[in-house]
């Protein structure tokens, strides 16, 4: 599966759009992008994923690339309880989810 | 989303001891799970994947005697530290996929185990 690069950290203001961006040059056809969160001392959260298009939930959104090398996870009004660590991950059909180091994400009041 | 269980939350045990964890799919079938490990301050790390009525495969450099995984039906999976020592203290998390693995199947996640040895 397809190796992703995402900052270490971020800082939001609370109310305002997280956008948490992550790279995924190599990644290929048949690899989705996923995102997910891990609040301190619980198990990861799924999030969102996506293809080709832009994806929406009462989450977030998704928005990836038209080349498919990037994509950024929008969440539209942060909140404190947002403050988590942020997982981009690329996945073929049946493959596994390996995570990375992630985006910590620090809403800000 | 569907829902993951696991129990204990938390465990405490002596050295030389063994644990045993358990993980449930609350409303679906799992044909897959995975097990994974996290030490404080770091990402997790994938131990190994179970599919429903056969042997588990596990990551590189983990150990199969150590941790022994029973998938013995479609909504459980149990995993058991054997002999645990000090250094296999950590957080264990584990993970339900739903169906056939197809790329639409979510993975879900139970809310961890803290693992503390003695």
């Known amino acids: 599966d397809a190796k992703t690069t995402q900052p270490p950290s971020m800082d939001c203001a609370e109310g305002r759009a997280a956008n948490l961006p992550c790279n995924h040059s190599?990644?290929?056809?048949?690899?989705?992008v996923y995102w997910y969160r891990q609040i301190h001392s619980q198990g990861p959260q799924y999030i969102i994923h996506?293809?080709?298009n832009n994806e929406t939930n009462e989450m977030a959104s998704l928005i990836i690339t038209e080349d498919r090398k990037s994509s950024t996870l929008i969440l539209p009004h942060a909140t404190l309880r947002d403050t988590a660590v942020y997982y981009c991950?690329?996945?073929?059909?049946?493959?596994?989810?390996?995570f990375g180091a992630g985006t910590i994400l620090r809403v800000k009041s | 989303g569907a829902v993951v269980s696991q129990h204990p939350s938390w465990v405490i045990c002596k050295s030389g001891t063994s644990v045993k964890i358990e993980c449930r799919s609350l409303?679906?079938?799992?044909?897959?799970m995975f097990w994974y490990r996290q030490f404080p301050k770091q990402s997790l790390m994938l131990m190994a994947t179970?599919?429903?009525?056969?042997?588990?495969?596990?990551e590189q450099g983990v150990e199969k005697d150590k941790f022994l995984i029973n998938h013995a039906s479609l909504t459980l999976s149990t995993l058991t530290v054997t002999s645990a020592h000090p250094e296999d203290s950590s957080f264990y998390i584990c993970?339900?996929?739903?169906?056939?693995?197809?790329?639409?199947?979510?993975?879900?996640f139970g809310p961890g185990t803290r693992l503390t040895v003695l």
């Open positions: 993970s339900a996929r739903r169906g056939g693995g197809g790329s639409y199947n979510e993975q879900f």
């Open positions: 190599t990644i290929s056809g048949n690899e989705y």
């Open positions: 996506g293809l080709k």
């Open positions: 991950i690329v996945r073929g059909p049946g493959n596994k989810l390996v």
């Open positions: 409303d679906f079938q799992a044909t897959t």
């Open positions: 179970s599919n429903e009525g056969s042997k588990a495969t596990y």
